[in-house]
């Protein structure tokens, strides 16, 4: 076990990127790049983690931030949960904390959005505490190495490959233990097309030697992709538009989207019109629609959007615009927070 561990520290000595969380101990600077990192490769959160500590540099000054603000830093990440969770974090720990992150595992966990990923990671890195984190990286190292077949997925299976790490984990080291794994498995330990044949393990990883690479860790079950239709009404008036705030516990919530027509499968223009939705809208106006909508796909975890944009220009209003959506200039529209699908379809209207 010793022998493990000692060798993956002098590796990570030797390969570990230089990443600007690894210059700090400050657990507020940690903790918001593990959130960021969830679900969000290095080279795409590097950027992502710069702008927000530029913004927010500290814990009081994300607790007294505008959501819109945090929304519109966050745009582009995805899974927003994860930033509406840190604006209650932050807010938590500023109020019942004196703004100070709790320095162990237990009272960390505790928090709104630090599960046991995070919550190990600041307190081995920050606060020096033994507690190991377990990632994807992690898992398929381990899998690897000692050839456990146990569903990543399991309770059981957490809980074994926990028992494995903790013998693993150095006391005096279990901040850089517990990056050196993390990194061994995104650099080395990868995926696919691991680089076996100059890897430290090669003579005692179980998986290697008994030709298991592409079989551990244990995949986890395919999750059913749900299709949905969105419809959006980019609709011009003079110089603004219209938008409506997404407040229901579904994807993008809180952030801001053109007026949405969803439907139960790829409707025609036509039938479109025919919706009460639209009905109400337009109702004593005559829309001119351009015939030429944008459509895209986009992909998310659990559900795959069919999405259409229809730019539809009015001379009139009537009261159901004016009481269900949001008049706002284009330059105003930049500043709020909006799902990368708009963004992208904006940067495209805007050409």
């Known amino acids: ?59 009081h000054t994300l607790a007294a931030a505008p959501m819109d603000q945090l929304l519109k830093v966050w745009q582009g990440l995805g899974y927003y949960t994860r930033a509406r969770n840190m604006h209650f974090t932050a807010q938590d ?31 081995s890195i920050s606060f020096k505490e033994p507690s190991p984190v377990l990632d994807g990286n992690v898992f398929r190292v381990i899998a690897r190495i000692y050839g456990i077949s146990e569903s990543t997925q399991s309770a059981q299976g957490k809980k074994n490959f926990k028992g494995v790490l903790t013998k693993l984990i150095p006391h005096d080291k279990p901040g850089v233990f517990n990056q050196a794994i993390m990194e061994f498995g995104a650099l080395q330990c990868t995926p696919k097309n691991p680089l076996c044949e100059e890897c430290i393990f090669k003579s005692s990883c179980f998986a290697l030697n008994n030709n298991l690479i592409d079989d551990l860790p244990r995949k986890k079950v395919k999750v059913k992709q749900t299709k949905r239709y969105f419809n959006f009404l980019h609709i011009l008036y003079n110089d603004s538009t219209f938008v409506e705030q997404r407040t229901e516990n579904d994807i993008w919530k809180l952030l ?39 459509e895209k796909k986009h992909q998310l975890s659990h559900q795959k959007l069919y999405v259409k944009f229809y730019e539809i220009r009015i001379n009139t209003l009537n009261s159901y615009i004016n009481k269900n959506f949001r008049k706002v200039s284009f330059r105003e529209l930049e500043n709020l927070g909006i799902p990368i699908l708009l963004e992208n379809y904006l940067a495209d209207f805007n050409k």
Request: zero cysteines.
């Open 1 to 59: 076990m010793q022998n493990i561990t000692n060798k993956l520290i002098e590796w990570y000595s030797l390969h570990k990127r230089n990443l600007p969380w690894r210059e700090t101990r400050n657990p507020y600077a940690i903790w918001v790049s593990e959130i960021i990192l969830q679900q969000t490769r290095v080279n795409q959160g590097l950027g992502y983690y710069l702008k927000f500590m530029e913004t927010f540099p500290d814990i």
């Open 93 to 123: 720990i500023v109020q019942n904390y004196n703004g100070i992150f709790p320095n162990s595992y237990k009272d960390l966990i505790k928090l709104k959005g630090i599960g046991d990923y995070t919550a190990s990671a600041i307190a």
């Open 256 to 294: 801001y989207q053109f007026p949405l027509i969803e439907t139960s499968s790829d409707y025609s223009l036509n039938e479109l019109e025919k919706t009460n939705l639209w009905k109400q809208i337009f109702n004593n106006i005559k829309p001119q629609i351009n015939l030429n909508y944008s």
